[in-house]
């Protein structure tokens, strides 16, 4: 079964605007983290932001926040004030905790959504 | 720039060939995980390596392998290689690599392996 889906293949955003691209996920987990990545077309990924699942508050990182809805299991991310070259493939991933002995610390993605950015 | 080093950056190679892929994490971190992106696939977990020890395997074919020195480098070793082994191949370090923390991984530029 997927755990991550991302249901965005492809979106358009004009410069300087808000988008939203989705996220949601599947756990039986009660300790897990919802990371997002940017990779650009140079082909690198980069980390952008980070939600732990017993975190209270939204993330926020500059222009980059998550929208955190556990009882959805929706992890959606917000980049306000859009850029040209924020225009990249991005991200979904999740780790499952499985507590600290033995625990397994990889991350599982979801196939991505394309952003491009309009000037 | 993640602190993560991958060399090299892009290789050709032919069916049955073996070639290494190698690492240097970030300075401190202690666990070192290699993952497969391919069209098909998408991002692939195949391996995590913890302080030279091996923790975690994903879906790592048999002809590939791994492992982590004294110094905290990995190399992945990629043998009797296939057309359908063409990917890029990402290293990632992060301190614990436990699921217990908010321990986020830092991934390298990537090696692009093409297997004509």
Not at chain 2, 86 to 99: H, K, Q
Request: net charge negative.
């Amino acid at each position: 079964a997927q755990k991550i889906t991302q249901t965005q293949p492809g979106m358009f955003v004009q410069e300087k605007e808000a988008v939203t691209l989705d996220c949601t996920y599947d756990t039986s987990d009660q300790s897990y983290g919802l990371f997002w990545y940017k990779q650009p077309s140079s082909g690198e990924m980069i980390f952008l932001i980070y939600q732990g699942s017993y975190d209270e508050q939204n993330a926020t990182e500059g222009r980059y926040s998550l929208n955190f809805q556990k009882a959805r299991k929706s992890a959606n991310l917000v980049i306000s004030a859009s850029q040209l070259g924020d225009s990249a493939m991005y991200f979904c991933a999740m780790r499952e905790g499985r507590g600290y002995g033995g625990s397994q610390g990889n991350l599982i993605f979801g196939k991505g959504t394309k952003l491009s950015v309009k000037p | 720039d993640s602190g993560v080093t991958q060399t090299p950056k892009h290789l050709i190679t032919a069916t049955g060939q073996r070639v290494t892929l190698r690492c240097s994490p970030r300075s401190g971190d202690l666990s070192v995980y290699w993952y497969q992106q391919s069209l098909d696939q998408g991002l692939q977990f195949l391996i995590q390596y913890y302080n030279g020890e091996e923790r975690a395997k994903g879906n790592i074919l048999e002809r590939f392998s791994a492992q982590q020195f004294p110094d905290l480098h990995s190399e992945l070793n990629l043998s009797s290689l296939e057309l359908g082994d063409s990917a890029l191949y990402f290293c990632a370090s992060s301190v614990e690599g436990t699921a217990s923390s908010t321990d986020t991984q830092y991934f390298g530029p990537g090696t692009r392996l093409t297997v004509l």
